[in-house]
């Protein structure tokens, strides 16, 4: 009988139960035993292995987070502790390895297959969406409603109050969720580690949406954008006098239920991994072209670059306007 293990890695992101229980289902279903592996690569080269059944993934779909749990695991990208984890797979005689994770996740998953021969799929679980092969991951969609709520709240405040608000989001290298909150939440400048802003240009933005009779402004900073927030909200006050509140978003926008949209596409991926493996497939990246949940080679869907959305950005500065 074929065995698998799924562990999910990196940051969590919601939808990332959806997969697991999808997962898990259709492999039982295809008679095939299924171990969870508790806390991502770290519980791989741990040993922290449970066996899962129908009932284990009973009533976790509707839930952010990660059933599984996860970790970032510095000993992964070890030589010694890749090997291990692959000795540990090889006690539980698991072949195929589902990760449910980013960037960094996939990578590792990767590096398995080559050097250890574990046949992986790796499925994009990040808010981040900082996977280029694929047109949506996991979790994007709820983290970018998490923005896109939280945006109409400070909006009625900063009315109020007549002020400019900094609203700083998650994505470290990749500016995506401030980009798409930004445009659909009427923001009047974004800032992307992707794209250098002059300071200038945004105060005369503000300026000239005071002397509109505008009460406020949104201005969405990336986690990456190389100036910090602090330093942000002080120059717009200084160059603006007008006061300007920071809101932290953060950890915010991995919690909360996943919408339909990313429990959808989870499930589809997590079924497509799984038939991928039935057939014999190996080491693929799954992921969506087109409104399609397609399967690509891991090793080239990772070296595939993140393209910034040029046209986006600039909608942004005209609908704001």
């Known amino acids: ?104 996740s996939l990578t590792g998953a990767h590096i398995l297959s080559q050097n250890h021969g574990i046949n992986v799929m790796g499925l994009p679980g990040t808010i981040d969406r900082d996977l280029a092969y694929t047109d949506h991951t996991i979790g994007f969609d709820t983290a970018l409603n998490t923005v896109l709520d939280a945006i109409t709240r400070v909006r009625d405040t900063s009315s109020a109050h007549e002020r400019t608000t900094v609203i700083e989001v998650m994505g470290r290298h990749c500016g995506d969720i401030a980009l798409y909150a930004g445009l659909t939440g009427g923001a009047e400048y974004v800032l992307v580690p992707e794209f250098e802003t002059d300071i200038n240009d945004i105060c005369q933005k503000i300026i000239e949406g005071v002397n509109a009779g505008k009460l406020h402004s949104i201005i969405i900073r990336a986690e990456g954008y190389p100036v910090s927030s602090t330093e942000l909200v002080r120059q717009l006050e200084e160059r603006t006098d007008r006061e300007v509140k920071l809101v932290v978003l953060s950890y915010l926008q991995r919690g909360g239920s996943p919408t339909y949209r990313d429990r959808m596409f989870a499930t589809e991926c997590a079924v497509k991994a799984v038939e991928l493996i039935r057939d014999g497939v190996r080491n693929r990246a799954i992921g969506e072209k087109c409104g399609e949940v397609r399967d690509f080679d891991i090793g080239e869907a990772l070296q595939i670059k993140h393209e910034f959305r040029h046209d986006i950005y600039n909608a942004v500065d005209i609908l704001s306007r």
């Open 1 to 104: 009988m074929k065995r698998i293990g799924i562990l999910t890695s990196g940051g969590d992101s919601p939808g990332m139960n959806a997969a697991i229980r999808a997962a898990t289902r259709y492999a039982i279903y295809y008679d095939m035993e299924v171990y969870g592996i508790r806390k991502g690569y770290e519980g791989l080269i741990d040993g922290e292995f449970e066996k899962l059944d129908r009932r284990s993934v009973a009533d976790i779909m509707q839930h952010g987070g990660t059933f599984l749990r996860t970790a970032r695991s510095e000993r992964f990208i070890t030589e010694e502790g890749m090997a291990k984890a692959a000795r540990n797979l090889e006690t539980f005689k698991i072949n195929d390895l589902i990760v449910i994770g980013g960037n960094g």
